[in-house]
Structure formats: C-alpha cells, structure tokens
C-alpha cells in the first residue's frame, strides 16, 4: 500500500475538526468584496495522486478551505493580489501568489523527515511507529558511500542482524554469503532476495545509485513469503520520479584496488635451508651448500641462484575499477519518471591480467495517473554483465604462487617466463591472456507492469494487479590455447640459452554453453485501508503465480590446427561433444495480511500465506505459513505521559511467525534414473545402461521454521538517543537429512533424505544511535550488535560415538579434530607423553582425550563449537556535517569464527615466512612453530587438529569517505544544482590474529584470490 494514500485517509480524520473551524470564521461577503475572485484548484502529490485533507489558506487571513477527496478546493471572495499558503502535514508547505489568476493547481512534496518515518515490508509499506515485526533497513545513499561494485559487501555492519562472510575479492565472484540472524538449518541458508516486489536474482550486480533502500525481514514479517521465507527476506526498493522539473545526474568514481592481505613467503636462503632439514629428517642428504644458500641471498647470479617473489612477479601493485552513472528524473502531475544508465570496471590484480568485470546497466521506471481512479506503473531493468578470465581457475593461480619455490624462477633475467611448477602452471603466464581466454556474458532483462485501480463507490476499497517477465540469456566460451615457457638448456653455459617449450594442451580447445532463464510472476491484490476515528485498519488479499524454465545447451571440440581462429566450427571431429538439459518450475499461492491500530498506540499485524511448490508430491505441495505481531507505544499513555519524561518515546513488540524453506533438490518424491558411462556395444554403438540414482520419498515436504522475536524501542530527547533491541529464537524442524550416518556400510544401501532433523538457533541484536546538531556541526553515532548461535538437536548422528564427538548440541558445520597443546621440545618430553608413532621433538603434541587407553587415535579428536561462520558481528557509523563538508566511517567487526589454513609446502613448494621464521630446530627447542616439514608426510600435517585451526576475529574500517559540497552560488554561476567531489576507500584497515592471510580467507591451503581494499576518488554532480 502506497504509504501517501493511507497517510492521506488517517490524517483526513483527524483534520476535519481543524478545519470545520476554519470554514465556520470565514467571514461572510459584502459588497466592497465583490471585485475580488473565486479561486479553484486541485492539489496532488509527486505522483499524480489527489491529496485530501489539504489546508489552503488566505495567508494574513482567517480565510480557509479544504481540499475534497480528489483533492479540489474552492476559495471564494480572494484579493487578486493575495498569497496562498498550501499545508499539509508530511508535505512541504507553499505558498503562491494568486495574481488575478482563477485556477491554481500545485504539486505538494513530501517532506524527506516523514519519508524517514515509513519502511517497506513484504507487499507494501508501513509507518515505523506502527511495525510490529523485526525490520531493519537501509537507505540506497548509504550504501553509495562504499567504492564495492558489490551491494553484498556493503550491507554487513550497517544493518543489525546481517552476518556476512566474504571469502573472494575476484571480479565478477567477489560477493558475500549473507546469512540473516545466522544458520537456522543443515541446508541451504541463503535468504530470498525480492526486487521491488518480485523475488528475482541479481541483487549483488545491482546499480547502487538505482536503490531508494533495502529492507531485511527477520521475524514473523517475513511469514507472508511463507516457504520460501525461513532463512529471511531481503527487499530492495528502486527508485522512483519525483515531480517537478528534470533533473540529470552525474555520477564517476575511480578506484585503486589492491589486496587487503597477502602472505609473505620465505625467501630463497630461508627456504633453501628448510629444505635441507626436511631432508635431513629423512635421512637424506642436504640439497644445497653453505655456498650455495649465500648465493640466493646476495644477488650474484639471478639466472643459477635467483631470489624470486611469485607473488611480486606476478602480481600489480594496484589494479584499477571505475563506474559511470548517469539519470534522469523529474515529471508533471500526470506522469513522473526516473530513468538510469551506468558502466562498471574492474580489473584483476594480476599483471597483463586476463581477469576483469566489465558491465552496463539501464532503467527506466515510469508512473501514471489516467485518472482520479487508475494508476500505471511501467519498469524495465536491463543489464549485461561481461566476465572475463584466463581459463585456469584463480584457485589454480593462487596455488602456483603459494607453491612457487624462491630457488627457481618465475621470470628469466632476460624478461622471458621461467618454468612451470607443474602441468604447466606459471602463475606470470597462467593469469594472462597467452593460454586463451574465458569469457562469460550474462544478459538479464527484468521488466514488469502494474496498475492500481481505486473503487470509487466503497472508500478505501482499491484493487491492484502486476504482471513481471524475467528473462536471462546466458553465453559461456573458453579457448585454451598451448602457451610457451622457458628453461635452460645447459646450466654449465655462461651465455644462458632458454629453451622454449609448449605447454598446456597440445592443441587448441573450444568450449561453448548457452543457456536461457525465464520466469513470469503474476499477483492480484484486493486491498482495504479505512480510519474510523481513532480505529485504522490496512488490509489486503492477493493471488501470485510464478513459473521457471530454463533450456542449456553445451558443445566441445579439440585439435584446433590454429589459435588465431576460435569457432566451434573449426575443430576437429575427433573427441568432439555436446549435450543439453532444461528445467520446468511452478508455484502458486494465497496470501493476505490485516494491519490494525488503535491511536497508534495498540498495534496488531497478522500475515498469511497458503504456498505450493512443486518440489514436494502432489496432496502435499501446499502448506499454510502463519505470521502474528503485535505492539504497545507505552509512550503514547496517559500514565506514561505524567510519570514517565525521560523516554519521549517507548513501544514493546512480540511476533511469532511459521514460515518454510523449500529449496532442496527436486522431485526427491519420484524414483529418478541416469545413464551409466558404459555399456553394451552392437554393431558399431555403444548402447549405455539406466541406474537408479536415488530412492524416492514420497512423504517429503518443506522444513518448518518457527520463529519467536519479542523487542523493544526508544527515545530519548526527541530523537537525539535511540535504542532498539530484540531478542530471537528460531526452532527448525522437518530437515532434510540422510540416515546414511546411523546405516552400517555392509548393507550397500544408499537411503532417500527424509524430514527428521531439528535446529535451535537464539540470539538477539541491537541498535543504539545518537545524533546532535551543534551550531552548524551535526554528527550522528550509530552502533549495532548481532549475536547468533544455533545448535543441532537432533539428526542423523553415528551410533556409538562419545560424546566429546557428538554434533548434535554443537554448531551446524562444527569440525572434529585433534586437540593440539603444543610443540615437543625434545626426546624425553615426547617419551613421557602419550604420542602417535614415529613422533619426535619439533611435532605437534596432541590431547589424549580418551585417557583410558594412553594412546593417541580417532578417539582422542574433539567436536568444536566455533565454524567458519561468525557468531557476533559489530557496526559502528560516524557520520558528520559542518558547512559544506561531510564526513562518513564505518567500522564493522565479527568475533566467534574460526578457519582452518594450512599451505601445501615443503619440497613441493615455498613456506610463508610466519611458519618457518621460528620453526623448531636442535638450536631453537622452545620455538612457536614445529620443525619444517614435507607437505602432509607428518600426523600433524595429514591429521586436521587445532594447532592449524585459526582464530579469525577481526575489525575492519570497512568504509571511510570524506566528500565536499562546493557552495550553491558557486553552482548557479555554472549552470548547476549541486557538484560533490570525494575520497572515500573500503577495507583500508584490518586488526585480526591472523596477519598471513585475510581474517575472512575461505578454509583450505590459501590458494583463493584474496579480498581487496579500495582507494577511491569520485564526484556527483546534478544539473
């Protein structure tokens, strides 16, 4: 519901006293006033849409009128020369000069300070002063503050119940896992993302100047999406024209991008070393000689002894990323419009790099009122997002520099590429167009209509309808290509001949894949919105319907005899493939919701959503999802008013809420079959055999998610200090699990996944804020707390296992692994400890858990309660105005997350410099590290324990920007508005345990591409 509307139907009411007083001053005409003039008109807002309840004064008078419920009013026996005064309560007020005119219409605007006061919830708008759910939002200009390309990454910190995770600054996949109030299930946890209405994808790539805000539905708000809504809800409004005359907008920011965090690796004498003792504790002899380790460390011959840094070599200081933004808005009181274009890039870190994101952006919203009773509203989205790579993987890349020994080198003295490490892997040539090319274009067209249509014989009865189109056209095209490098030919010739030799594939390769997404969505709502006194009621009743298809087709050919042309046409016959797969996809739902308060003050919302989904058997694929809220403004009592005066304002809340997670994989309820590798030939054909792939489940069905969430908000000196707090409890039930764990192996049987398991997950979130205005100085203080924690309780777990073992009663995701309590300095201590075999000083000492058997084994490993995910995530904003300057911080921290890291190195590749820096050797017993190793030949490389599991919490300035208004006379004298220009960065500064790799850096060995601070400078400039 459009919030003007209901805004204009309460405070109608409430304004008809006022101006009964009004109308009965109105002195009575006399003759002497006969010249003077009847003045009529019509005042609507922004929009087009009639305002009633409009005050028109005669200003210095007492002479007054009202405007109607289409918005006409009538002033009789007005001076030619008066001044009208247009008031409205929410609007800005007017005043014009009547100047012998007999007709004055005006469009009134919308004070910003009451646009503040209302948030988007599921299918409409409501009044902050009477939620009764957990919603929290933020406004589009917030989010443009931070330089990320990626809405994903801006949104953590800022908006309470947010926790996010970012693993990848690669362009074009360096978005976040966003999780709302946490994990709630074993499945897919990802929340539904709806854009303006719809649920769609694509809210990472969106244009952040396109947003007016994001909500985030956390509680039984979120219930009206019913099975889809379990994980929580995301709501993206765009913005809209505003009326008045047009205005364009200039927008360009360039950025200077480089990684928050890359591990300093040994250096060749340092590793030349390590590599002698791990040959030592072999038994083998040392690689390389006093001499020769003093020959890497002082330069004097770089073609036999060089001192390479991989990650130097291959890696820019900075890459560049810049953005374009250009709109126009503006309308009449028929038709307003707001219309955008905008162009992204961003380059990768590495040298000569093949990987960059490059994309271009359009819309164009339209609004239009027909008439007193019928609304339009027109949206077209389209955007090309163009991703580039070389085609191996940034995994493939990273490992490369991760193991790129210092002794070898990456590039030749002469400029030419060194060797490979393997499979032809040099990071300097692997990251550049030289082996080929990947390139994936992703085309996606978001369109839909809409129309209000108001019932003029029932007040307050009005209908409206949407119909959206989704469309996504999707080319993926690699060429890989042999590439050359170099080694010597002949260590022992002073003139150092290379040769030259292929690697990679011994010819070229093309892959294509095509693949379209289509998706329509229709809803039909009946909606009702009447004051009846201090009585206000907001209420409506829908039908949506939603289908999916999707068509992929794949083709692959070799034995290109050339590089220089890549079409699929040109390969050979030999080895050549294609195939092809499709998806069809339904839902079909009811859904309503009733909104009633009493003087705002005793507040009342209840949601419902009646939800079928094609992914459960047919007699089960619909489900009821209840939602109830409600809420008491204390503050607005009586009693409150006389004894309470340090809270201006105080209201308390509860929700309780059923919703459900549907997103599984589909038709589980049907017995499904594929095609063996192999099979039977006759004659020249291979005919291939039908397995069944899984047993069916005919009794599946979505999981339930009860949520609980009781909350409370204040204020304190007018809106000077704020609170707002809620405590939550989710209970997950009718998870999809599989009872393969409990199922003794010998039996060969591979079960369906069936609704058994259980999640709790609890915690709560706060909001305190403070803002003030000294003379011409005003700063605001924003800080938020998010603390969640699930636990399992209950699900397939292995019989048997004791219970420092159990999952259940831990995290989901929480890992078993050896306790590791510290290093062994010598003989004796790993004598007199219990220890696994083949144990010797330098190794990591491991807990005897089981302490009965005074041996270490798979019984002694612990079940932790810390995951990759974090349990606590901080936001502190400053923000600050003085003159012409403005000022924006943004600290953002998470604690409760650990990761595990462990590099693969030792002969087969370098060591970062922490690890070996203070290793243990014979000369340093009492070192931090265990002695140096062989990749994963020892028990406490090859055995997962806590000594490689990392602490991961940090603090980061996540956003920091500084901008400058040049003054309005300055402005005018040009031909503008407004001209901003800024400084602003992103991720500039990181306090975390870690220091080697990035705090967020996903599980593994630190092979990924790592996340990225940003510099930047830009300007906005309106005309």
């Known amino acids: 519901m459009n919030p003007r509307y209901a805004k204009a139907m309460l405070l109608l009411c409430l304004l008809a006293t006022t101006t009964r007083a009004v109308n009965a001053r109105m002195p009575i005409p006399s003759v002497w006033q006969q010249g003077n003039l009847t003045v009529k008109g019509k005042v609507k807002d922004i929009n087009g849409n009639p305002l009633p309840g409009v005050t028109v004064l005669v200003k210095d008078t007492k002479k007054g009128a009202t405007t109607d419920e289409k918005g006409n009013y009538t002033l009789n026996d007005v001076k030619k020369d008066a001044v009208l005064v247009f008031q409205y309560i929410g609007f ?146 765009t913005k809209r024209g505003k009326g008045g005359k047009p205005t364009l907008s200039y927008g360009f920011n360039q950025s200077f991008v480089t990684p928050t965090r890359l591990p300093k690796m040994a250096d060749a004498p340092t590793y030349a070393k390590v590599v002698n003792e791990i040959l030592k504790y072999g038994g083998d002899a040392p690689k390389y000689s006093d001499e020769q380790i003093k020959k890497f460390g002082d330069g004097s011959d770089p073609w036999l002894y060089p001192n390479t840094n991989w990650y130097d070599a291959a890696i820019k200081k900075y890459s560049l990323q810049n953005r374009h933004d250009l709109s126009l808005s503006g309308g009449t009181d028929k038709m307003s419009y707001y219309v955008s274009l905008g162009s992204l890039f961003q380059d990768g870190i590495y040298k000569h790099s093949a990987t960059n994101y490059k994309q271009q952006n359009v819309r164009a919203n339209l609004d239009a009122v027909v008439n007193d009773y019928i609304r339009l509203r027109f ?27 210092p002794t070898e080198n990456a590039i030749w003295p002469n400029g030419l590429p060194g060797p490979d490490i393997e499979y032809g892997d040099n990071p300097v040539v692997t990251g550049t167009n030289a082996i080929g090319y990947t390139n994936d274009k992703n085309y996606v067209i978001n ?368 890992p078993l692994y050896y306790k590791a309590i510290g290093i062994y300095k010598d003989a004796d201590q790993v004598k007199n400890t219990p220890h696994l075999s083949g144990a010797r000083p330098g190794d990591v000492i491991f807990a005897n858990i089981n302490d009965k058997d005074n041996v270490i084994d798979d019984l002694d490993r612990v079940r932790l309660d810390r995951t990759e995910n974090p349990t606590w995530i901080f936001g502190l904003t400053l923000t600050a105005k003085f003159k012409n300057f403005d000022f924006t911080m943004l600290w953002q921290g998470a604690t409760g997350a650990s990761q595990y890291l462990r590099t693969e190195s030792g002969l087969i590749g370098n060591f970062p410099m922490a690890f070996v820096k203070d290793r243990w050797t014979e000369d340093n017993p009492n070192a931090s590290w265990p002695r140096a190793y062989d990749r994963d030949r020892e028990y406490w490389v090859n055995r997962q324990n806590t000594f490689w599991y990392w602490n991961t919490d940090y603090a980061r300035l996540k956003t920091l920007d500084l901008g400058y208004n040049i003054p309005g006379k300055v402005c005018k004298r040009i031909g503008l508005q407004n001209l901003r220009v800024y400084v602003s960065g992103q991720n500039l500064l990181t306090i975390d345990k870690v220091k080697i790799f990035d705090p967020e850096a996903p599980s593994g060995s630190g092979q990924y591409y790592p996340q990225t601070k940003i510099y930047n400078v830009g300007l906005n400039v309106t005309f």
């Not at 090309?384 to 790579?389: A, C, G, P, S």
């Open 379 to 405: 949206d077209l989205a389209g955007r090309l997002e163009n991703r580039n790579f070389p085609p191996r993987s940034a995994g493939s890349i990273f490992r490369s520099l991760m193991r790129g020994r």
């Open 447 to 814: 369109t839909n209509m809409s129309a209000v249509v108001n019932i003029p014989w029932v007040e307050g009865l009005f209908v409206d309808g949407s119909f959206a189109y989704d469309q996504n056209f999707d080319f993926y095209k690699s060429f890989i290509k042999p590439w050359t490098l170099y080694t010597l030919a002949d260590v022992n010739d002073p003139t150092h001949k290379l040769n030259a030799a292929s690697r990679g594939v011994s010819a070229p390769e093309l892959s294509e894949q095509y693949g379209t997404l289509r998706q329509t969505t229709v809803n039909f709502k009946l909606n009702y919105v009447r004051s009846f006194g201090k009585h206000n009621l907001s209420s409506f009743i829908a039908f949506e319907q939603a289908t999916l298809k999707n068509d992929n087709f794949s083709a692959n050919r070799k034995y290109f005899i050339s590089d220089k042309l890549d079409q699929l046409s040109l390969g050979a016959d030999k080895e050549k493939s294609n195939s092809g797969s499709g998806f069809e996809y339904a839902r079909r739902n009811y859904f309503g919701r009733i909104s009633y308060n009493y003087k705002e003050t005793y507040l009342f919302d209840y949601n419902m959503r009646y939800d079928g989904s094609q992914n459960f058997p047919e007699g089960r694929r619909m489900g009821l999802f209840p939602g109830a809220s409600a809420g008491w403004v204390l503050s607005n009592e009586g009693f409150w008013k006389k004894s309470i005066r340090t809270l201006d304002y105080f209201k308390l809340r509860a929700s309780w809420g059923q919703m459900g997670n549907d997103q599984i994989d589909p038709f589980q309820y049907l017995s499904t079959y594929g095609f063996s590798g192999g099979g039977v030939m006759f004659g020249g054909d291979l005919n291939k055999g039908i397995y069944q792939l899984r047993s069916p489940n005919s009794a599946i069905t979505w999981e339930v998610a009860n949520n609980y969430d009781v909350g409370v908000e204040a204020k304190i000196l007018g809106d000077k200090l704020a609170f707002e707090g809620d405590y939550f409890l989710t209970r997950r039930s009718n998870i999809l699990v599989s009872r393969s764990l409990s199922m003794p192996g010998y039996t060969g049987m591979t079960l369906p996944q069936e609704n058994i398991g259980r999640v709790e997950n609890k915690g709560f979130e706060m909001v305190i804020s403070h803002k003030n205005d000294i003379k011409k100085f005003h700063y605001e203080v924003i800080g938020t707390v998010t603390h969640a924690k699930n636990k399992i309780l209950f699900w397939d777990e292995t019989p048997g296992v004791p219970a420092w073992q159990q999952s259940t009663g831990k995290q989901i995701g929480a």
């Open 92 to 237: 800005d007020a007017q005043e014009v000069k009547v100047e012998g005119k007999n007709s004055i219409n005006l469009v009134l605007k919308e004070n910003q300070k009451t646009l503040d006061e209302y948030v988007v919830v599921g299918y409409g708008t409501q009044k902050k002063v009477t939620k009764t759910g957990a919603v929290s939002s933020v406004k589009g200009a917030e989010l443009q503050q931070s330089p990320n390309v990626n809405i994903s990454n801006s949104l953590v910190g800022r908006i309470p119940g947010i926790i996010a995770v970012n693993n990848s600054g690669e362009p074009g996949y360096d978005g976040s896992r966003i999780f709302i109030r946490g994990r709630s299930t074993l499945g897919n946890s990802n929340p539904l993302v709806v854009i303006d209405g719809f649920p769609r994808d694509g809210f990472e790539r969106m244009n952040p100047n396109d947003i007016e805000s994001v909500s985030i539905l956390k509680d039984a708000a979120a219930a009206i999406y019913g099975s889809r809504a379990a994980n929580g809800v995301i709501l993206v409004t």
